[in-house]
């Protein structure tokens, strides 16, 4: 599911929420935990999961095409952690 289809199924549930509201409420919800991220914290939904940040250090890589060696310089990423609560309700 992206975005959009987020948006349109929370407006299909939701009377009186217009689908303009979600949209700007969504892209808000996203940029401000994009914004948290960016400076190194995390963000913990109860119930759902914690987005974080991890780093990766600089390492010797290989081009697939040319196999040459290629240095990579270090990194963060995105990391999510899905909640105790969220696994259940997944296998269930």
């Known amino acids: 599911m992206n975005k959009s289809n987020l948006i349109k199924k929370i407006s299909d549930r ?3 929420l217009n689908e303009d509201d979600i949209r700007q409420t969504t892209n808000i919800i996203v940029s401000l935990i994009s914004n ?3 400076v190194g914290n995390r963000v913990e939904i109860r119930n759902f999961g ?5 780093s990766r250090e600089q390492r010797i890589s290989r081009n697939p095409k040319t ?3 290629v ?3 270090p990194k963060h990423h ?3 952690r899905a909640s ?3 696994k259940e309700s997944l296998n269930k």
């Open 50 to 54: 914690t987005f974080s940040v991890r």
């Open 71 to 73: 240095q990579v310089n």
């Open 84 to 86: 105790k609560h969220l």
């Open 14 to 16: 939701q009377d009186y």
């Open 36 to 38: 948290i991220l960016s």
């Open 67 to 69: 196999g040459t060696t």
């Open 78 to 80: 995105p990391y999510f």
